[in-house]
């Protein structure tokens, strides 16, 4: 069971990334998906989530009105895209995956990928 984070890359300020996230090794088209981000020196902490049936949305106040998270028609891949990047939005970017939104902080049900960096220059 994976998930793959991808996307990652180096933009200007003011600029946009869109990050996906792909799932394999069982289908997570019932699970709730959440993406994370970790900067260097700091913890890693939450930047969006959305429901199992996407219906719902949930975003960090410091990213909210800039990014949007997104799930694809197989309902398999999710998105975060990115708008209006800071110098402070520079991270790793994780994806999770869980039965409900917030499982992924146990670690017997919830599922994380490999990161993928994004650097924002000023």
């Known amino acids: 069971v994976q998930l793959q984070a991808s996307g990652g890359g180096v933009v200007q300020a003011g600029g946009s990334l869109r990050l996906s996230c792909a799932a394999s090794?069982?289908?997570?088209?019932?699970?709730?998906m959440g993406w994370f981000r970790q900067a260097p020196g700091k913890e890693r902490e939450f930047v969006a989530d959305?429901?199992?049936?996407?219906?719902?949305?949930y975003y960090a106040d410091s990213v909210k009105g800039r990014f949007i998270i997104s799930r694809g028609n197989a309902k398999d891949l999710v998105y975060l895209q990115m708008n209006s990047l800071k110098p402070e939005d520079t991270a790793v970017y994780y994806c999770?995956?869980?039965?409900?939104?917030?499982?992924?902080?146990?670690?017997?049900?919830?599922?994380w990928g490999q990161g993928t960096q994004v650097t924002v220059s000023s």
């Open positions: 090794g069982r289908t997570f088209s019932s699970y709730a």
């Open positions: 959305i429901s199992n049936s996407g219906s719902r949305t």
């Open positions: 999770a995956a869980a039965p409900d939104v917030g499982g992924w902080y146990d670690p017997t049900i919830g599922y």
